[in-house]
């Protein structure tokens, strides 16, 4: 199984809408030890997993609709979601922010 820094990573995800490369997706994943949680069944669980130390992946570029935090993007209002600092807050857990730079064809650094 998949540690990171002692502790077994997860993830909340959006479902593809294609359910056979959502099924295809969600295994390989699995596969490698993540535990994965979908959005659209809500927040409970992913806080219950954090509290219990375990460490939790959230993509802040997703738009995340009219309930969303509207911020400055590029000159545009993009909405975001507050569920990291949320998530933050109620469980006393670190945030460790993660930026993904493609540098070429299957070439990415993390800073």
């Known amino acids: 199984s998949l540690y990171v820094f002692g502790h077994k990573p997860a993830s909340i995800y959006q479902p593809l809408r294609n359910p056979y490369l959502n ?3 969600l295994r390989r994943r699995e596969k490698l030890g993540y535990k994965l949680f979908d959005r659209q069944e809500g927040f409970n669980e992913p806080m219950r997993y954090v509290r219990d130390m375990g460490m939790l992946g959230i993509l802040v570029d997703q738009h995340a609709g009219y309930q969303g935090q509207w911020s400055p993007f590029f000159d545009r ?3 975001t979601t507050n569920i990291v600092a949320l998530c933050a807050l109620r469980t ?3 945030i460790l922010p993660l930026m993904v730079y493609d540098d ?3 070439r990415w650094r993390f800073v």
């Open 77 to 79: 209002l993009a909405s």
């Open 104 to 106: 070429g064809p299957a």
């Open 92 to 94: 006393n857990a670190v």
């Open 23 to 25: 099924a295809l997706v």
